[in-house]
Each structure stands twice: as C-alpha cells, then as structure tokens.
C-alpha cells in the first residue's frame, strides 16, 4: 500500500531442540533479519518455546557465530510478549 521498499532474510536452524512439558515436541530457532526505517533489525524467535526476556535487567546479551569471537547487542522484547 506504499511506495517504500522492505527489505528482510529468514533463516531456519538446522538442528533442533525438544523441550518438556508443555511444547513436548521438537523446536528451531529462526533469525529474521530485517531492514526498516533505514536500520537493520535481528528478531529472534523459536518454532514453539518462549524467551524469557524479562528475567534479565540490562537488555544485553553475548552473540557467538560459528568460530567469531562474541560480540554484544542490546534487544528489545515485542510489546505484546510473543
């Protein structure tokens, strides 16, 4: 319905996780990556589970990807918590 042009990558991991009650089933983890508003954004979300985001006070935390040292990034949780 507008003229702007959005800009966004998914990627699916290639393993997975079970989780006990109550997702009893297998989960992945999926990387959204997204260009808006002239920034690039990470969302971050797992097929069935949660992230308990607001169980840490600074909004910070330590990325590793494969043999790269790890680096730190500020995040935000979505307003409506899913």
């Known amino acids: 319905m507008i003229s702007e042009k ?22 992945t983890l999926i990387l959204t ?13 797992i097929s069935k589970g949660q992230i308990m985001t607001s169980v840490f006070d600074d909004k910070s935390c330590r990325v590793k990807f494969d043999d790269n040292k790890p680096m730190n990034f500020t995040y935000s949780s979505i307003s409506g918590g899913s």
Do not use: D, G, H, W
């Not at 990556?33 to 979300?45: G, W």
């Open 6 to 27: 959005r800009y966004y990558a998914i990627c699916a991991s290639t393993n997975e996780v079970e989780f006990n009650f109550p997702y009893q089933s297998v989960s």
């Open 33 to 45: 990556l997204r260009n808006q508003n002239k920034k690039n954004e990470l969302m971050i979300t």
